[in-house]
């Protein structure tokens, strides 16, 4: 009995170390598996915090709020309210457009008219200087008395330009004064208008007495008594005068001129002379003359007066010129003359 108690304990003890060998056996694995689940886990909180700190959520968040200290207050100019853009009309239909009507251009002698300022009914003086050019020394007295005068420069003279220019420039108005057939065996100089010219004669003479200098009204006759006379060299005068835009004055240098009439018939102005002022040259008849003009003004409302650029003209004019427009008159150019006749006969037609 006690050979089998002996024997029977080792096999109680074998079972013992089977266990612990079998115990010894699974630490390891529970240790692999233990430290495969923390991996795992470790790995799997490492890929959540990734995803929070670098994914779309992260770069959406709003950094975390740090405090500042507040900044002071400024203030900002209200920006400009913007106008609203303007309405935009509505389309118009496009109408065939119809031309204006044809405009004329100003006149030559309107053009080159020096204005005046005249009251109404004031009764005007024109005073026209005739044979200006030749003597250089008097023509320039002439020119610096007061203006406005009208001043008549022969074609022939010479540096017309320049006495011209410097006429205008004084304040004066001019006119193209044209040598013409006169009833005597006088001289009326070159290129003068003669009744036995061809009409292309004849225009051609025109023609060169009107290119001479510029910034003319239009002419008057120097001589010419046999010239103004006569119907068909007066004709071809207003014909050319006509298609300048240019005004006549007669000088009546004769009873039987026919220029106004002819001028007329073509329908540019015409004026004539009232007075001379120096056919008696002397200082006495030339004051007498111009009285014999203001009484003309006084009555008719106008008067127009030829002179020459003469020693007792030109001191008779140096006096009564700063005084004539304190005795009611307007000193005026031939234009303004024509002007009024021509409202005149406006107001007649109407």
């Known amino acids: 009995m006690a050979q089998r108690a002996r024997k029977a304990k080792p096999k109680a003890r074998k079972p013992a170390r089977k266990a612990r060998h079998k115990a010894g056996r699974k630490t390891p694995r529970l240790l692999g598996l233990v430290w495969v689940t923390a991996g795992a886990l470790t790995v799997a909180v490492l890929s959540l915090a990734a995803v929070l700190l670098f ?15 507040p900044l002071p207050a400024m203030t900002r100019p209200p920006e400009p309210a913007l106008r609203p853009p303007p309405a935009t009309p509505p389309a118009r239909p496009e109408v065939a457009a119809v031309p204006p009507p044809a405009v004329a251009p100003m006149l030559a002698w309107l053009r080159n008219a020096v204005p005046v300022s005249v009251a109404p009914g004031q009764p005007m003086i024109a005073v026209v200087i005739d044979d200006m050019g030749l003597d250089r020394v008097r023509s320039e007295r002439v ?33 193209v004064h044209i040598p013409m057939e006169p009833g005597s065996d006088l001289d009326p100089g070159p290129n003068a208008l003669l009744t036995d010219l061809s009409g292309d004669e004849l225009r051609r003479r025109i023609d060169w007495s009107l290119s001479q200098f ?3 009204i239009g002419v008057n006759n120097h001589m010419g008594s046999k010239a103004t006379s006569s119907r068909p060299a007066m004709a071809a005068v207003m014909t050319e005068l006509r298609d ?42 030339v004051r007498a003359a111009l009285d014999q003009v ?3 003004a006084r009555r008719r409302g106008h008067a127009i007066a030829i002179g020459h650029p003469k020693d007792a003209t030109i001191e008779a004019l140096a006096e009564w010129l700063p005084d004539v427009q304190a005795r009611g008159f307007a000193l005026v150019p031939v234009s303004a003359v024509a002007l009024r006749l021509a409202a005149g006969i406006e107001r007649a037609k109407n």
């Open 55 to 69: 994914g779309p959520a992260a770069r959406d968040d709003p950094p975390p709020q740090i405090a500042t200290a």
């Open 143 to 175: 020119a610096a008395l007061p203006p406005p005068l009208t001043l008549a420069y022969l074609t022939y003279a010479r540096n017309l330009n320049d006495q011209t220019s410097a006429a205008r420039a004084t304040g004066h108005e001019l006119l």
């Open 214 to 216: 510029t910034k003319f």
């Open 244 to 285: 300048r835009g240019l005004l006549f004055l007669d000088s009546r240098t004769s009873g039987a001129t026919v220029a106004q009439s002819e001028a007329k018939k073509q329908g540019i102005p015409a004026l004539s002379r009232d007075v001379f002022l120096d056919h008696d040259p002397s200082p006495i008849a």
């Open 294 to 296: 203001e009484e003309i």
